[in-house]
């Protein structure tokens, strides 16, 4: 019976060994892939309900292929409340800066700026981290050039690159894609 198990523990032994020798992609790689998935939803949650700053500025206030900037009551504490946000890449570390007005008339002061790192090991070469469109994006139009008049952009889509490390050295980048129209800014309201 001891030598059953015995036989049974080295097989099994032998068969994991074989399984993470043969497994081509590093688990934390993966684990960079699902956080980019996190990130990339809870963008496209906050910014499909940009609206007016609550010192009336324009939902979208700045629109370039490394940072965005925008409005959104989501998050916040009160319906009323419009956060500022600001997503910005900064070497190949995504932030987060969040701004919660204040004083009356209220106003959004940088050095009240909530900063925090979202993700890490951000890896897209030339794809730029946000794209704009305008009018009634479908998914074929060109993106609108940069520098981008703000005024123009309904759509946005955010590409986040992850390098994926293989265990055998080699390494690909999976690159999270998608967008959102601005509910608040639509042209096309009646489809």
């Given at each position: 019976m001891i030598v059953?198990?015995?036989l049974?523990?080295?097989a099994t032994a032998n068969l994991l060994r074989i399984m993470y020798m043969n497994s081509s992609t590093d688990p934390a790689a993966l684990n960079q892939v699902d956080q980019a998935r996190a990130v990339a939803t809870s963008f496209v949650n906050e910014l499909r309900d940009a609206t007016y700053g609550n010192d009336g500025s324009?939902?979208?206030?700045?629109?370039?292929?490394?940072?965005i900037i925008f409005f959104t009551p989501y998050g916040s504490q009160s319906s009323t409340t419009m956060l500022r946000i600001r997503y910005y890449l900064s070497g190949t570390t995504l932030y987060k800066g969040v701004i919660v007005p204040s004083g009356s008339p209220a106003t959004y002061?940088?050095?009240n700026?909530?900063?925090t790192r979202v993700l890490t090991n951000v890896s897209n070469g030339s794809t730029p981290v946000f794209t704009y469109y305008a009018?009634?994006?479908a998914g074929t139009s060109s993106p609108l050039t940069q520098p981008v008049n703000i005024n123009n952009v309904t759509y946005v889509q955010i590409a986040l690159g992850s390098l994926l490390e293989e265990?055998?050295?080699a390494s690909t980048t999976f690159t999270t894609m998608t967008g959102t129209a601005i509910r608040n800014l639509k042209t096309n309201l009646g489809n």
């Open positions: 059953v198990y015995g049974v523990m080295i324009y939902p979208l206030n700045q629109a370039s292929t490394t940072q002061n940088s050095g700026e909530i900063v009018g009634t994006y265990v055998r050295g």
